[in-house]
């Protein structure tokens, strides 16, 4: 520590009174840690700028890049001056860790070998078939709802748009049974349901009697203009009707003489130009 030297204009005589003497003791106090405090910073002027530690006008810095981070006890850089992987169950979790190593872990995309799971390939295990016309014939491999509902509304499609044409090349659904009735009002004899809409040709025999007997096609109860016939003996008749998908295609009859004549329809048939299948109710 250096000396200080007091300028003799500062020294003050011997205390004499208790006053001077606590005075005095006082000031000796003071100009003892003024005199610490002018050491304290001839120390620091005497500080060598070196490794780690920068002098800038008597101002220092540390340089915390050349300071050695090892070197100093129990004091690192948690990112990159810790050996991780010396650490006891610590890891990195994606790279440092052999998954298959673990007991029943593995990565579900790479690791399994799903050539050895019963029945199933690896693109079998984890991909749908996605097929609108359901052309496959899977009999692991499900389908994609999005290729059930196409599929589902193209059918439901085709069903909406078949429409019938009149013709008798084709013959749909047949109530060939002989009825008879002697109302003399029309009562329903013969009934057939159809399951698209358009044309269709109706064909009937009808035989009456002494009396004339009368047939007449009805739509859902409501009788076909222009479908009515009558006859005495027997003949067949044919009409186009216009129908909707699901109509109920009905004959009704009458006889215009009762007690003991009678009206016998029988054949009574939908036909058209192209194959499809109806379904009798009433034969």
């Keep these: 520590m250096a000396d200080i030297v007091v300028p003799e204009d500062l020294l003050l005589p011997l205390p004499t009174t208790e006053n001077e003497k606590d005075l005095y003791n006082t000031l000796q106090d003071y100009t003892k840690k003024v005199g610490q405090s002018f050491s304290a910073l001839e120390d620091i002027e005497a500080i060598t700028a070196g490794t780690g530690i920068t002098d800038t006008d008597n101002v220092f810095s540390v340089n915390d890049s050349d300071v050695d981070h090892d070197s100093l006890d129990n004091t690192h850089n948690l990112t990159t001056d810790i050996d991780h992987d010396t650490i006891t169950n610590n890891h990195n979790l994606t790279t440092d860790i052999d998954h298959d190593t673990i007991t029943n872990n593995h ?47 193209d059918s439901l499609s085709d069903v909406a748009t078949a429409v019938y044409s ?17 109302s003399t009002i029309y009562v329903k004899l013969k009934e057939i349901q159809v399951a698209f809409g358009g044309v269709v040709t109706i064909t009937q025999r009808l035989e009456g009697s002494a009396a004339s007997a009368y047939s007449k096609i009805y739509l859902n109860g409501v009788a076909v203009a222009g479908t009515e016939h009558s006859t005495q003996a027997a003949a067949n008749y044919s009409d186009n009707v216009t129908v909707e998908p699901g109509d109920l295609v009905q004959l009704y009859c009458l006889m215009t003489a ?16 192209g194959p499809e299948t109806t379904t009798v109710i009433t034969d």
Excluded: C, W
Excluded at 166 to 182: L, M, P, Q, V
Excluded at 258 to 273: E, L, Q, T, V, W
């Design 258 to 273: 009762g007690g003991g004549y009678y009206a016998r329809p029988s054949n009574f048939r939908i036909k058209g130009a």
């Design 166 to 182: 009149a013709g008798t090349t084709y013959t749909y659904a047949s109530a060939d049974t002989e009825r008879i009735t002697e």
């Design 107 to 153: 990565d579900l995309t790479s690791d399994i070998d799903h050539d050895q799971l019963a029945n199933f390939t690896q693109t079998e295990h984890f991909t749908m078939l996605d097929q609108d016309d359901m052309s496959g014939d899977s009999a692991t491999q499900a389908a994609t709802q999005q290729s059930i509902k196409k599929f589902v509304e």
